[in-house]
């Protein structure tokens, strides 16, 4: 199993930025691809990005350079930076992993974590 726990939401101004951090535990060995979505209030939840175990990244055409997704060497921990932030960011942001266990995808996700944009 992997357990994700979301840190560093808040509320930020119009033009700011924001990082959001993801703890990765468990079996981490097993996780194919971690990433970060959002789903904003009577929105669907959609991918911001992703990182695969070999290190690729893929972006989601909406993010236009102002986020960065980062994983740590060692894998405990998948940050966001949201740079230039704007209403449309208000949202809840979700870490999500994909790991094999017994021969199958599992999908894990975190509990989410609040993002306010003020203007």
């Known amino acids: 199993q992997v357990q994700l726990v979301e840190s560093g939401g808040d509320s930020v101004q119009a033009g700011g930025s924001l990082r959001l951090s993801c703890a990765i535990s468990g079996d981490d060995d097993s996780i194919a691809v971690v990433g970060w979505y959002r789903q904003a209030p009577g929105k669907q939840r959609q991918l911001i990005a992703d990182i695969t175990r070999s290190g690729k990244i893929t972006y989601t055409d909406f993010t236009k350079g102002r986020f960065i997704i980062s994983r740590e060497s060692a894998g405990h921990q998948l940050d966001l930076e949201i740079n230039n932030v704007v209403q449309e960011d208000t949202a809840k942001y979700y870490c999500?992993?994909?790991?094999?266990?017994?021969?199958?995808?599992?999908?894990?996700w975190g509990q989410g974590i609040q993002v306010t944009v003020s203007s």
């Open positions: 999500h992993a994909s790991a094999w266990f017994e021969g199958y995808v599992h999908e894990f």
